[in-house]
C-alpha cells in the first residue's frame, strides 16, 4: 500500500513539474476577444425560420421586433420560453437571447441596424452559426435586460 501512495506522489510530482506551464492571464493574447469562423452566411441561416426554427427566428429579427416576440404586452408570461439582454458593444448592438439551456448572441451594426453575426451558445461550446466568413466578438458593456 505504502508502495502504490509514493509512487502515486511521484507521478504526480513529475506532472506538475517546471517543464509545464500554465497560460499567463496578465497576457493580453490571453485575454483577447475570440474570433469565430462562421458556418454559413446570414441569408441561409435566417432562411431556416421558414422551417419552424424558434431559436433562428428570434436571432434573426431586428431589436424592435425581438422585443416585441419575447416581451409580453402586460404583466403575464412571455410568449416564448426566453429572456432577452442588449449589450452596446463599441460599434455593434448584441442581443443575447437566452432559452432553457442554449443561447445566442446577434450582433447588429450600431449604425445602420443590420444584423452581422449570429454566436451560438451550447451546452458544452460556443461558435458562429452564422455571419461573414470570420467574426471577431467585440467587447461589450454589461448587458440590460429589454423586458421590464
Known amino acids: 500500500m505504502r508502495r502504490?501512495?509514493?509512487?502515486?506522489?511521484?507521478?504526480?510530482?513529475?506532472?506538475g513539474s517546471a517543464s509545464s506551464s500554465a497560460p499567463d492571464l496578465a497576457a493580453p493574447d490571453d485575454l483577447a476577444q475570440p474570433i469565430?469562423?462562421?458556418?454559413?452566411?446570414l441569408a441561409d441561416y435566417c432562411g431556416r425560420a421558414d422551417f419552424g426554427d424558434v431559436s433562428a427566428t428570434d436571432a434573426?429579427?431586428?431589436i424592435d421586433?425581438?422585443?416585441?416576440?419575447?416581451?409580453?404586452?402586460?404583466?403575464g408570461l412571455p410568449p416564448v420560453h426566453a429572456r432577452a439582454f442588449l449589450a452596446?458593444?463599441?460599434?455593434?448592438?448584441?442581443?443575447l437571447i437566452g432559452y432553457v439551456d442554449t443561447s445566442t448572441s446577434s450582433y447588429y451594426d450600431k449604425a445602420t441596424g443590420a444584423l452581422v453575426a449570429v454566436?451560438?451558445?451550447g451546452n458544452f461550446s460556443d461558435g458562429c452559426d452564422a455571419g461573414p466568413a470570420t467574426f471577431l466578438?467585440?467587447?461589450?458593456q454589461p448587458a440590460v435586460t429589454l423586458c421590464p
Open 137 to 140: 466578438v467585440p467587447s461589450c
Open 4 to 15: 502504490l501512495l509514493l509512487r502515486g506522489l511521484a507521478t504526480a510530482a513529475a506532472c
Open 60 to 62: 434573426c429579427l431586428p
Open 88 to 95: 452596446d458593444c463599441g460599434d455593434y448592438q448584441s442581443v
Open 65 to 75: 421586433e425581438i422585443v416585441a416576440r419575447l416581451c409580453p404586452p402586460d404583466a
Open 119 to 121: 454566436i451560438g451558445h
Open 36 to 41: 469565430y469562423t462562421c458556418m454559413r452566411p
